[in-house]
């Protein structure tokens, strides 16, 4: 399924390299959970420390049926350091709904035991 993706590129220039590297990032996080509904990444680059250089903050939210997760990830040096670690922290919070949704996780989750098949002998 195609999600509604949205990248904007903030104080740097949006290169193809850039935007198909997000576009990778967003299917693994797709084939993770297929019914993401939308995504929305903006990389903007910071130029408040002049003695560091510049710095890189990258914000992902993803929609979900029922949820929406952000994730904020600030000052990476490189770019494509600050899209792995949000992208990474996006797929943990994705992991984790997806898990929550199972319909066998609530008892799972309770400690619960799944019943036993009854045998021959009752």
């Given at each position: 399924?195609?999600?509604?993706?949205?990248?904007?590129v903030r104080d740097m220039e949006h290169s193809d390299v850039l935007d198909q590297h997000i576009r990778d990032k967003v299917a693994k996080l797709e084939?993770?959970?297929?019914?993401?509904?939308?995504?929305?990444?903006?990389?903007?680059?910071?130029?408040?420390?002049?003695?560091?250089?510049?710095?890189?903050?990258?914000?992902?939210?993803?929609?979900?049926?029922?949820?929406?997760?952000?994730?904020?990830?600030?000052?990476?040096?490189?770019?494509?350091?600050?899209?792995?670690?949000?992208?990474?922290?996006?797929?943990?919070?994705?992991?984790?709904?997806?898990?929550?949704?199972?319909?066998?996780?609530?008892?799972?989750?309770?400690?619960?035991?799944?019943?036993?098949?009854?045998?021959?002998?009752?």
């Amino acid at each position: 399924m195609q999600i509604a993706l949205q990248i904007t590129v903030r104080d740097m220039e949006h290169s193809d390299v850039l935007d198909q590297h997000i576009r990778d990032k967003v299917a693994k996080l797709e084939h993770i959970y297929p019914r993401l509904m939308a995504c929305r990444v903006v990389v903007e680059r910071q130029d408040r420390h002049k003695q560091q250089g510049s710095q890189f903050s990258v914000r992902i939210d993803l929609t979900l049926p029922g949820k929406e997760i952000v994730v904020n990830r600030k000052l990476a040096e490189d770019p494509y350091v600050a899209l792995r670690d949000a992208f990474d922290a996006a797929k943990r919070q994705l992991e984790e709904f997806a898990r929550e949704r199972r319909p066998d996780a609530k008892s799972r989750r309770a400690g619960a035991k799944p019943a036993k098949e009854p045998t021959e002998d009752e």
